[in-house]
């Protein structure tokens, strides 16, 4: 059975960092891409970051750019996802996803098929 776990989310202050980090079970974790994914409240899901296998090639979207950081582990089959100097506007449910093509740089949800259950990160002011 493939499992995806998030884990790491929680309530900060502004100012603050998290590592979010992001095991999986019943894949061959090197073979897929990884990518973060957050959705607010009312909001579609949008893209966060996203490493190829073997850190080969990361993405980071712009609004997020400068303050998080995406790296990866094969060898514990977790990606993590490093959020530094946090502001209310990343307080979202963020979501890990695998994308079975192993050095893609798709920022498309549409394009990775597994996916977890997200964590909740709040940001208070």
């Known amino acids: 059975q493939i499992q995806v776990v998030e884990s790491g989310g929680g309530l900060v202050q502004v100012g603050d960092s998290l590592t979010l980090s992001c095991t999986t079970s019943g894949l061959v974790f090197g073979f897929y891409t990884m990518g973060w994914f957050r959705q607010a409240p009312g909001q579609d899901r949008e893209f966060v970051a996203l490493?190829?296998?073997?850190?080969?090639?990361?993405n980071i979207a712009d609004s997020v750019k400068g303050r998080f950081t995406i790296f990866r582990d094969d060898a514990r089959h977790t990606a993590y996802l490093q959020m530094n100097n946090l502001k209310p506007e990343d307080t979202a449910v963020y979501y890990c996803?695998?994308?079975?093509?192993?050095?893609?740089?798709?920022?498309?949800?549409?394009?990775?098929?597994?996916w977890g259950q997200g964590t909740q990160v709040t940001v208070s002011s």
């Open positions: 490493v190829t296998s073997r850190n080969a090639t990361t």
């Open positions: 996803a695998a994308n079975p093509k192993m050095y893609s740089t798709s920022t498309s949800s549409a394009d990775y098929s597994r």
